[in-house]
């Protein structure tokens, strides 16, 4: 068991002792792994500007309204939907289009606005409930 420890913890030091090289060797030869495993990083980031650019709406649902029940959003731009009510409620589209799915008390959805975004909807289990966006921009 020790001698294995042993060999293990020799194996790591080598490894430490050869990296700085590599690291040397990885900034002036762009082929090697090192640099591209860096890469996708940048890619994420890349993906979430878009919906950074945009602005992030809060629109609550409580008492059986949707608060505010009339909201200007951009293409690109977030809501963030929050059920406050007991019971479960959604923001659907009136043609269904988009739908933050049912929302039990104090769970959230994020859904993003696109330039084709329906602007009419309503909650599935409370058609009575209905609310606008105003694309606008
Ligand atoms: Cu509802």
């Known amino acids: 068991m020790s001698d294995l420890n042993r060999r293990a913890f020799i194996g790591a030091t080598v490894g430490t002792i050869v990296a700085p090289p590599l690291l040397v060797a990885a900034c002036s030869s762009p082929t090697t792994q ?3 495993a860096a890469q996708p990083e ?10 950074a650019g945009g602005q992030t709406h809060t629109v609550e649902i409580k008492q059986f309204k949707f608060v505010p029940d009339t909201l200007s959003v951009r293409a690109g731009d977030q809501i ?4 406050k009510d007991i019971v479960p409620h959604t923001a ?3 043609d269904e289009s988009w739908d933050t799915g049912s929302l039990a008390k104090n769970e959230t959805a994020v859904t993003v606005v696109s330039a084709t975004t329906t602007e009419e909807y309503f ?12 694309l606008v921009g």
């Open 34 to 36: 090192s640099v591209q």
């Open 123 to 134: 909650c599935v289990f409370h058609p009575h409930m209905t609310a606008t966006l105003k």
């Open 92 to 94: 659907t589209a009136t």
């Open 42 to 51: 940048p890619v994420a980031k890349a993906q979430t500007q878009p919906a």
């Open 80 to 83: 963030k939907w929050i059920n």
